[in-house]
């Protein structure tokens, strides 16, 4: 009898006590002979051959473009002169390295004699509710896995209890068991708040219950600014049971801290909860919170340290990146042009392939070269997005994110040696310098319809559904500027009155470093096709309370009279608002088609906006100009960042701030399927945008072509006539 004959049977490993959400596919599951020990078939199965994931890459020589080759040993390069943080190796899942502490086979052996008892204030249900949501995992699982962080940092193992029991019991040494006590008690108090449940029913009971009349809201409303005022004028001489400090390192001023939020945050705040906030400017600089209720200092402490956190995330400039995508070895030219391009109203400079194709020797070598090359820009790309996203601290903003197209233009680089044409190595190399500004360009500047005919021709592209929006900028010779952002919907009931669906006040200052815009701007420049670049920009918030009461009158009546043939139409006025306004600057208006690209939850969104002049609060009766801009999106990008307006200075997210809450990994069926099924993924469809874009702009340019060599002709027949 042969090796292959006789009984079967499958060997498989124990069940873990910490069992991962998505575990990976086993490697210890294998049929082997009946008689064989476990331990025989690991060793098989540590033996048996391997196919490798990828073919092994033929080293290129040292000498073959040394210059690119050296910009793949480097970290992506930010332009405001920071480098990526480099991306984490994998890590072994947290709740299998539980596994091999001590102290887990101490609660092996000895499962019903705990060395010690943690006691919290609710059940694990209840404070599983409290946490904030995590990326597809149900709260049970987020506190099993925090349980099994605190494992691994004290090196105690905390058995997971019942979820209806608030006793947490502990294995380890004294001291592994103090430190557990310790990570308990400070996550307790981090994530100790009353249910949403609680929190509604004690708002009706206090709130909703009293006397709704304005006169009544009146009177209470300065009841409780007196109180708020005896509170602040005692609460220095007072002692309070619960009280909490922040205290500042050297490297901040708590000064500029104060001058920012000490005449209005902080009031409010004091006054909402109920707290006395002081500041220790000599000795220990420290910001103290005083009260009567503990609830109240671990908020207003929370509070305080989101108030710090968006004060940094302030000071920091935008992330900017420049990458060229290399291209084929069939398309690739020599050398790369610089040419001044005033097409776009803008002094900018276009590059383009020039010179003769590269020589058939360097064909293998180039396309190893661009192959590596262009996957280590798709990794920057995420690294920094994921920086970016991690460090998205702000309140009070109108926050998106996009992928805008358009042809990616220089405004200011280094010239070449003697003002001749770049060698395609030297030309990126030179783009990696941080001194290189870039500019998105429109798609087009011109009024024309063969491009939108060309995408409704598309089969991956779906039915176009129209929206349309107006912007009106107010500046009034003031260093702030205001923007009144108003927005259409198609209404069937009457399409000639489309419905209002937003309506907000953006300000901006002159001053970029008090209020950055561009959060995030990844440039990718693309030699053969348009470009694209990954967008993130905050615009500050401006409250209705403090718009002037001329102005809130004046978008109250403002309409829109939109064309009913889409974005074909002659380009005309088609906002309605009233005349002589002379702080008015300018007035955009936008036509809006937007396209589901396949089957994906993914928007192409393709904008027609006309830009008219004001002078004298008289508007000019035709645009000025007009411009084509495309972006690529997710609705639910809205639906996330929508959530950094509506919350208070200091306050925090619901979300996760990761990359895996914008682009989730796809493991099963139960993803969302209204996000993009991972970053790959997505990459690949911003790609395939970027390619029927191109060919759209290209069919457009050639029947362009067409019409201006007919012109000719025609003026040639009718002068012979």
């Not at 049970?140 to 896995?145: G, L, T």
């Not at 349980?147 to 608030?166: K, W």
């Not at 909703?208 to 009177?219: F, Q, S, V, W």
């Not at 809006?592 to 006309?610: P, S």
């Amino acid at each position: 009898m042969s090796d292959y004959e006789g009984d079967w049977e499958p060997v498989k490993s124990q069940v873990n006590a910490y069992p991962p959400k998505y575990p990976p596919e086993p490697t210890h599951n294998y049929i082997v002979p009946k008689g064989t020990s476990f331990l025989q078939a690991q060793e098989a199965a540590r033996q048996k051959p391997r196919r490798p994931r990828h073919a092994p890459a033929v080293a290129l020589p040292p000498t073959y473009r040394p210059g690119l080759q050296s910009l793949l040993s480097k970290p992506a390069f930010h332009q405001n002169g920071h480098h990526a943080p480099p991306q984490s190796a994998p890590k072994e899942q947290v709740q299998l390295r539980v596994l091999k502490l001590d102290a887990y086979k101490k609660w092996v052996e000895h499962r019903d004699a705990p060395d010690a008892e943690y006691e919290m204030m609710h059940s694990i249900e209840t404070v599983a509710k409290n946490l904030p949501k995590h990326n597809y995992l149900s709260p049970a699982e987020i506190v099993k896995d925090e349980l099994a962080r605190i494992c691994l940092s004290t090196n105690a193992f905390i058995a997971v209890p019942p979820e209806d029991d608030h006793v947490l019991r502990i294995w380890g040494t004294p001291e592994q068991v103090e430190k557990a006590r310790a990570h308990l008690l400070s996550w307790e108090m981090h994530v100790k708040r009353p249910g949403k449940g609680d929190a509604k029913a004690k708002a009706w009971t206090k709130q909703n219950a009293l006397d709704g009349r304005e006169e009544d809201r009146l009177l209470r409303k300065n009841i409780q600014e007196h109180q708020h005022e005896i509170f602040q004028h005692f609460a220095s001489d007072t002692v309070f049971p619960f009280e909490a400090y922040l205290v500042w390192p050297d490297g901040y001023d708590l000064q500029n801290f104060i001058d920012d939020y000490d005449s209005s945050v902080l009031i409010d705040m004091s006054h909402k909860f109920g707290c006395a906030i002081s500041h220790e400017k000599h000795g220990l600089r420290a910001t103290k919170v005083a009260s009567e209720n503990q609830h109240a200092v671990f908020l207003v402490y929370a509070r305080l340290v989101g108030l710090v956190k968006e004060m940094v995330a302030r000071r920091k400039r935008g992330i900017r990146t420049v990458q060229c995508q290399l291209p084929s070895f069939d398309e690739c030219l020599q050398f790369v042009a610089v040419r001044p391009n005033t097409t776009y109203n803008m002094d900018i400079h276009v590059p383009e392939l020039a010179g003769p194709f590269l020589p058939p020797t360097e064909a293998e070598k180039w396309s190893q070269l661009s192959s590596t090359t262009n996957k280590k820009y798709r990794t920057a790309t995420k690294t920094a997005l994921q920086s970016c996203i991690k460090s998205l601290h702000v309140s009070q903003k109108h926050v998106r994110m996009r992928v805008n197209f358009g042809q990616i233009a220089l405004s200011t680089y280094r010239r070449s040696t003697n003002d001749r044409d770049f060698e395609i190595e030297e030309f990126i190399t030179m783009l990696q310098n941080p001194m290189v500004k870039t500019s998105q360009c429109p798609l087009l500047v011109e009024a024309s319809f063969d491009f939108i005919d060309a995408l409704n021709t598309l089969d991956v592209l779906g039915e176009p559904e129209y929206a349309w929006a107006v912007q009106f900028d107010f500046g009034g010779g003031q260093a702030e500027q205001l923007r009144l952002e108003r927005e259409f919907s198609y209404n069937p009931i009457d399409p000639d009155e489309p419905s209002v669906s937003a309506t907000r006040w953006l300000k901006s200052s002159a001053d970029t470093t008090q209020d950055v815009t561009d959060l995030l701007e990844l440039n990718h420049l693309d030699l053969k096709k348009i470009g694209y670049q990954f967008h993130i920009g905050a615009a500050t918030i401006y409250s209705n309370q403090k718009v002037s009461q001329s102005l809130r009158s004046f978008a109250g009546n403002v309409a829109f009279k939109p064309s009913l043939n889409g974005l074909r139409f002659a380009p005309s006025k088609h906002a309605v608002f009233p005349l002589g306004n002379r702080e008015l600057e300018t007035v955009r208006e936008e036509a809006v088609a937007k396209y589901r690209f396949k089957d994906t939850k993914g928007t192409l969104e393709v904008k027609r906006v006309d830009i008219f002049s004001q002078q004298f609060g008289e508007p000019s009766p035709v645009p000025q100009r007009t411009e084509w801009h495309a972006n690529y999106y997710y609705q639910e990008w809205d639906n996330l960042m929508a959530q950094f307006a509506n919350i208070e200075a200091g306050q925090d997210v619901d979300f996760t701030r990761d990359i895996l809450t914008f682009f989730p990994k796809v493991v099963d069926e139960d993803y969302p399927k209204s996000l993009p099924q991972g970053f790959k993924n997505f990459m690949k469809e911003v790609e395939e945008i970027q390619l029927l874009l191109s060919q759209a702009l290209g069919e457009h340019a050639g029947k362009k072509a067409k019409v201006a060599e007919r012109e000719p002709e025609m003026t040639n027949g009718v002068n012979g006539h």
